[in-house]
Nanobody, 122 residues
Framework: VQLQASGGGSVQAGGSLRLSCAPS????????MGWFRQAPGKEREAVTT????????YYIDSVKGRFTISRDHAKNTVYLQMNSLKPEDTAVYYC????????????????WGQGTLVTVSS
């Protein structure tokens, strides 16, 4: 399974970006999905997860109320809508198919997508 992630870029603080992730070879509803990020000099952290149906989601405290994870089964795609971005959100973002919900770590990842860079300037 390959996960194709896209949508990163550079924005000013307060701006928005939407990341997309689509698995090839399988339908996205097969997996619990999540987004991780890794900021320069820091460890990779799980940011958000969504269950297979899309009915339940989880967020780390630092992004609650600003980020929204969703999935569109018809388009076979998982999204991460990021609003009110802050400089501390700057990181490489990775989508991942994971083995558990809601709390995950890198060891729970079944498949990684390629990273997409998000840069937020002040």
């Amino acid at each position: 399974v390959q996960l194709q992630a896209s949508g990163g870029g550079s924005v000013q603080a307060g701006g928005s970006l939407r990341l997309s992730c689509a698995p090839s070879g399988r339908t996205e509803s097969t997996y619990i999905m999540g987004w991780f990020r890794q900021a320069p000099g820091k460890e990779r952290e799980a940011v958000t997860t969504i269950n297979r149906s899309g009915a339940s989601t989880y967020y780390i405290d630092s992004v609650k109320g600003r980020f929204t994870i969703s999935r569109d089964h018809a388009k076979n795609t998982v999204y991460l809508q990021m609003n009110s971005l802050k400089p501390e959100d700057t990181a490489v973002y990775y989508c991942a198919a994971v083995s558990r919900f809601p709390l995950v770590a890198s060891r729970d990842v079944l498949y990684w997508g390629q990273g997409t860079l998000v840069t937020v300037s002040s």
